[in-house]
């Protein structure tokens, strides 16, 4: 895979599992939640397009049309439908998914115009670049799951956080095993984990998960981990790792048997 594959760029697209710590008491996510999430996508395809900063000038037309519940795996998607000077209009949706039923019903969808700032904006003229066409999907592409690095993900020395790296890859392993098994499925161990470059505060995290082996009841995934400057527009290979996720017998038992 080269850095410029689309699979790596192309739609703006962030997953999660919906945990217990994000929800409210009624036992789905929490809306303040869901909005950072939404907002987050937000910026990441702002930035991908202009490769400036921005910042969240409002948001506008959210609709929450159905709940997302703990466990589910929440997928939000961005893409830019307009471009002036120096803001621009990202539509972000939500799609919540059952990993084990494999359903997937719309939750919520928004607009989030975003404001081109700082000092970058001299590199483009002070003024966006137009709005692109869309690119058309790759039949069988491997889904990409983009995330920003937040100072709270980062270790003292201002990078990505190896316990944090390995919780965004051992996430996008589970994401993979339970899309291709629909069972409830849950971490046995992990082959090797190699880090070659550290991801930096403001960049963005890439997470591509593949597929490489299947037993009676074990899948193996690698974790390719890329890092990506939203203002250069380049991308390289920060690490990889091999996990092995166990699906269980039922949702009841816990015994992490191999194949």
Known sequence: MTPNHPALVNPTRMADVVFPGDANHHGTLFGGIGLAQMDKVAFIAAARHGRVDFVT??????DFEAPVNVGDIVELVGKIVRVGRRSL???VDMVAEG???GERRHCSRGIFNMVAVGPHLARIGGVLPPM???????PGQTTALAEIVFPEKTSHYGSLYGGNA?????KAAFIAASRHCRRTVVLAGTHRVDFTSQIQNGEVMITVPRIIGTGERSIRVVVE???ENLHADERRLCGSG????VALSSPHRGEDNGD
């Open 57 to 62: 000038a409002s948001c506008e037309h959210i």
């Open 89 to 91: 209009s990202v539509e």
């Open 99 to 101: 990993p084990l039923s």
């Open 132 to 138: 692109a066409e869309p690119a058309a999907p790759v």
């Open 166 to 170: 390995l919780a965004a890859m051992g």
């Open 225 to 227: 981990l890329w890092a």
């Open 242 to 245: 091999t996990f092995t996720m």
